[in-house]
């Protein structure tokens, strides 16, 4: 198993508990090191990310906690900003002036509505289907394809260290409802995107909240492409993505099997504030 998580929200977003709760886990199960990476603000719009008025509170709140906390375990401050473009990104003003340990780049919103909204992808399924028909004109493949297109723009125009949950866009795509995930079309947008990704040396997470949420039955992004990846030596990132405390390390062993499956030993974590590659540990078994 990693021992370190860099991917979760608090209440400063739309997780639940505040980020002290978070770290007293992390301290429990003798973490290495938390990161903390609330949804940034984004300026115009109230999506359940984090108030632009609370970003300062957010970044002393963690400042605070290393001085607290930090002699037991390393603590790291961090965004999941978003790539809108035109609204959002890691060259936003907000997002410069955090001084983040490091960021994390995401994409969950895909074109605009008519009325200027960004398509929120990944609410509901009525919402979902809405933005194809009303952004896409009812073509699927056309959003899949600029979804990639814009994690790939975010990738090499941006350089986050780590892009999140690479296919997030599946996430309502349970038994292929809206589209064929097996599609040799698909697949190749997915490989493009990961070309990009390890030509930018960015680390790839592997998100498991879809896992122990139940949302599918594999982590984002699941076995196929880890395979790939792999082959392209890109370096990853377990990520829990996690909106309770009680979630912060779930579906980390699941994770860590398929990825040694695949032939990855190690991981890359922000070990002693540089990204380092670090063994996957089996996990510990305690006897009585
Ligand atoms: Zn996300
Ligand atoms: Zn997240």
């Not at 490989?191 to 139940?214: C, H, L």
């Amino acid at each position: 198993m990693q021992l370190a998580n860099h991917h979760a929200h608090s209440n400063f977003s739309d997780g639940r508990l505040s980020p002290e709760d978070y770290l007293k886990n992390a301290i429990d199960q003798e973490l290495l090191l938390y990161g903390f990476s609330d949804h940034a603000p984004i300026p115009h719009a109230d999506f359940g990310a984090m108030k632009m008025e609370d970003l300062a509170a957010y970044l002393s709140e963690v400042d605070r906690l290393k001085e607290q906390y930090g002699d037991r375990i390393q603590i790291y401050k961090s965004l999941e900003v978003d790539y809108i473009p035109g609204m959002i990104s890691l060259e936003s003003r907000h997002i410069k002036e955090a001084d983040l340990d490091y960021t994390i780049g995401a994409v969950h919103y895909v074109d605009f509505f008519p009325d200027g909204r960004p398509w929120g992808f990944e609410a509901s399924v009525a919402q979902f289907e809405r933005g194809i028909n009303e952004v896409f004109q009812g073509d699927v493949k056309a959003a899949l394809m600029r979804y990639y297109e814009l994690i790939r723009i975010m990738v090499r125009d941006y350089r986050p260290d780590m892009v999140a949950h690479l296919d997030r866009i599946k996430k309502l795509n349970k038994g292929d409802r809206f589209f064929p995930e097996r599609a040799s079309w698909y697949r190749e947008e997915v490989i493009r995107t990961m070309e990009v990704i390890a030509q930018a040396g960015v680390i790839m997470e592997v998100n498991t909240k879809s896992f122990y949420k139940k949302e599918l039955e594999e982590t984002y992004p699941g076995k196929w492409a880890l395979e790939i990846a792999r082959e392209m030596n890109i370096p990853v990132n377990i990520g829990s993505d996690a909106h309770h405390p009680d979630d912060i390390t779930k579906g980390f062993d699941h994770a860590s099997r398929v990825l040694q499956e695949v032939g990855y030993t190690t991981t890359k974590i922000f070990l002693d504030g540089i990204w380092q590659e670090v063994e996957l540990v089996k996990p510990m078994i305690y006897t009585t």
